[in-house]
């Protein structure tokens, strides 16, 4: 159960009235009383506004999903999923837009804090380690999508093999200069792809070159953009020693790829990552990621932890499939 002001008070040692007052921010308690309170308050991951709102109201069915960015198509597929759970279940979903970056953490507390649902799906939400702990503080209900943490329901996908498997494919179909082509570094899923296709080329005993691994300048989404695969796949296509095929992070980067291409009239194979609706339509071989899937089995899992707080603790890893289309042939 999330803390309430009742159990700031014991902890603090003060009335529920003082809690109030501090919380009112009245003029009638004392420095030391406010400061003692707040640092309560925040140690347990309380917000005075959610006093404000309200704590002893019932139940709103409402669950939150916290995402980076909304306008891709991961993410698109990904709410889907939620939202066909949810439909069945009678909850409402609300969506709160974060900002990745040096400020992300704070944002996510800034959520937590406030209360504004009985429970809140992550999706991509990649933090580290220690921030990670921090949010146990709040004992919400929470589920991790596109990212796995000890202590928390998570689904995700192992990007790792996904990665791997994309690049042996081209490996096996005989070629040897194989490129990836990236996005934004820092990315967690671009880490996670990288040590995928460096494996796969390990493997097969060829040798890695860091100038094969090409990312476009624009890291708008962290560079997983169809600008971005455009402007990686030129510079690319521009090579004095090119690469023979291509592994991309993400199918939206393969479309703007597979147009650099057809502009400069040279071509060589590529596989994507994600399996979007728009990869069939253009022949597009990749790593198929069940993202509606995803959404759907966190939301119920995180339903479930809402009716049981004690269930044990449920991590699902899907292992990514690869899809053969014409991009390869």
């Not at 005989?174 to 996005?183: E, F, I, N, T, W």
Request: hydrophobic share 40%; with cysteine.
């Amino acid at each position: 159960m999330a803390s309430t002001i009742y159990d700031i008070a014991e902890k603090a040692g003060v009335s529920i009235a003082t809690v109030s007052r501090v919380f009112n921010q009245s003029s009638s308690v004392s420095e030391a009383t406010r400061r003692k309170v707040l640092r309560v308050a925040d140690a347990v991951g309380y917000h005075p506004q959610a006093y404000a709102q309200g704590l002893a109201r019932s139940k709103s069915n409402t669950i939150m999903a916290v995402v980076p960015v909304i306008s891709n198509y991961f993410f698109m597929e990904v709410l889907g999923g939620i939202q066909d759970k949810l439909s069945e279940q009678g909850y409402e979903l609300t969506i709160f837009n974060v900002t990745a970056g040096e400020n992300l953490f704070k944002e996510v507390e800034h959520v937590l804090k406030r209360r504004w649902a009985e429970g809140y799906l992550f999706i991509s939400i990649h933090l580290n380690d220690d921030q990670f702990l921090k949010l146990k503080r709040f004992n919400l209900p929470i589920t991790l999508i596109d990212e796995h943490y000890e202590g928390f329901d998570s689904v995700s996908v192992d990007n790792i093999q996904g990665a791997y498997r994309a690049t042996k494919s081209l490996i096996d179909s005989g070629y040897k200069k194989v490129a990836m082509l990236s996005a934004l570094s820092s990315s967690k899923p671009i880490r996670d792809r990288l040590v995928g296709y460096r494996k796969a080329l390990d493997e097969s005993g060829i040798e890695f070159d860091p100038n094969y691994v090409i990312s476009g300048t624009s890291f708008y989404r962290d560079g997983f953009t169809e600008k971005g695969g455009f402007e990686a796949m030129k510079h690319i296509l521009a090579m004095d020693n090119p690469p023979e095929a291509c592994f991309c992070a993400s199918d939206i980067q393969a479309v703007g790829a597979l147009k650099a291409m057809k502009d400069s009239g040279k071509r060589i194979p590529i596989v994507g990552y994600d399996d979007i609706e728009l990869a069939e339509y253009i022949g597009l071989s990749t790593i198929r990621q069940p993202m509606r899937d995803m959404g759907y089995f966190a939301t119920q899992s995180l339903i479930e932890r809402l009716n049981n707080a004690n269930k044990a603790i449920s991590q699902t890893i899907y292992s990514p499939e690869l899809i053969q289309r014409t991009s390869t042939f």
